[in-house]
Each structure stands twice: as C-alpha cells, then as structure tokens.
C-alpha cells in the first residue's frame, strides 16, 4: 500500500525495488487518483486519508508513504495505520525530503516550497513545511518503529533551462494570485523578487531525500 500515492510518482521506484509487486494507492485526491489510475491500470486507487485508512488489519505485506509526511495533518496516526494494515515482519518504507544540509539550489527548492505551504495553509489545505533529516527520523521512531536502516537519496539534475527558470517563476506568481484577497497577500508578494534572484543565481534542484525502512513487530 502506497500512502499519499497522489498521480504513483513513488511506484516506479517500488516496481524498480519489488518487480511483482501489486500496489494499493491511497490518497484523499481524486484528480491525482485519476491520474495514477491512467498510468497504472492494474493496480488499485482508493480515495482514503492515512489516519483512516479502510483496511482490516494485516492487510498489506509492506506500506510505503513518499514525499507525503508534509502534506499529512496527523504524522504519528497516520504511522499507527500503517502498522495496523501491514502484516507482522513486513517493512514500513518512509521516503521524504528533508530541509537542512541543503547546497544552494536545493535552498532555493526548500524556499520556494516554503512559499507554497504557506498559501495552502491559508487555505485551509494540510501542507506543512519540509522537516530536518533528525525530526522525520525522530516521526518514524516516536510512532514505535524500530528503524532498520536508513539513507541519503540525491537525484542528479541538469541545471535548469532558462525557459525552466521562467516556468518557476511563473508558478511563484499563480501560487501569489490564489491568495490576492488575503491579508498576508502584501507581506508574501515581497517574498518574490527575492526568490527569483534566488533561481537565477542558484538554479533549482530537488531537495535531498531521506529513505528509511522499518519492519513492523
């Protein structure tokens, strides 16, 4: 079961990892869901949150959840839920980016998705800044997993096109307008020139991930 799944960016890893497995995607978007299920149509898509999920218990042989820590209202139950659904020796697989030790180009990812949580939390939508490498190990451990192992994962990326950059920009600018009636909209609207110096100086490059892996008792 693939938790967050949204349009299964994630699968392509678990099938690179498991390639017979069979995933369960779960996400409380249905216009993500609807992608996934385009790109994957023999896998299963429900439209669920992590801390409720529709499962009985021992469900699942392994539960993943990636790049979604963040956007989750509540980590720990979420984690309970997993471990509920997920059979007794099986694996928890966390994969998340975190915020620290970042080079500059990764800063300027942090920042601009600093920006963006920020605006969906004035809109009443669950997106949290991204965590240090220490607190989403600490999430993992503080639920009652027992962290097997765990590691760095930095995908190597071009510097970025200018029309690139240009696109990044533009995003900066529809992120601003879906917030033009809100009080905060003059304090943040000063927060883009300084983050397009950012992108051209620096670039963009995803931040570091860090992947842990869990076995459930």
Not at 14 to 36: F, H, I, Q, R
Not at 57 to 79: I, R, Y
Not at 135 to 145: K, Q, R, S, Y
């Amino acid at each position: 079961m693939d938790v967050g799944t949204g349009p299964g960016n994630f699968i392509p890893e678990l099938l690179e990892a498991m390639p017979n497995v069979k995933v369960t995607g779960v996400d409380p978007n249905v216009g993500s869901l609807d992608e996934a299920r385009q790109k994957y149509p023999k896998f299963k898509f429900k439209e669920m949150f992590g801390e409720r999920l529709d499962f009985s218990d021992n469900a699942f042989d392994a539960a993943s959840v990636s790049m979604a820590l963040h956007h989750l209202p509540d980590v720990v139950k979420t984690f309970a839920e997993m471990q509920r659904v997920v059979k007794p020796g099986g694996f928890i697989i966390v994969n998340e980016l975190f915020s620290d030790n970042l080079n500059p180009a990764q800063n300027v990812h942090k920042r601009m998705h600093h920006f963006r949580s920020k605006i969906d939390r004035l809109k009443g939508v669950s997106h949290n800044a991204t965590f240090t490498k220490k607190e989403i190990l600490a999430l993992i451990e503080t639920a009652g997993l027992e962290i097997d192992l765990h590691f760095e994962n930095t995908k190597a990326q071009n510097k970025p096109a200018p029309d690139e950059i240009a696109e990044r920009k533009e995003k900066l600018l529809d992120m601003l307008d879906g917030i033009k009636n809100f009080p905060e909209f003059q304090g943040m609207s000063k927060e883009v020139p300084e983050i397009e110096r950012e992108l051209d100086l620096h670039g963009f490059q995803m931040a570091t991930c860090v992947v842990a892996v869990a076995t459930v008792n």
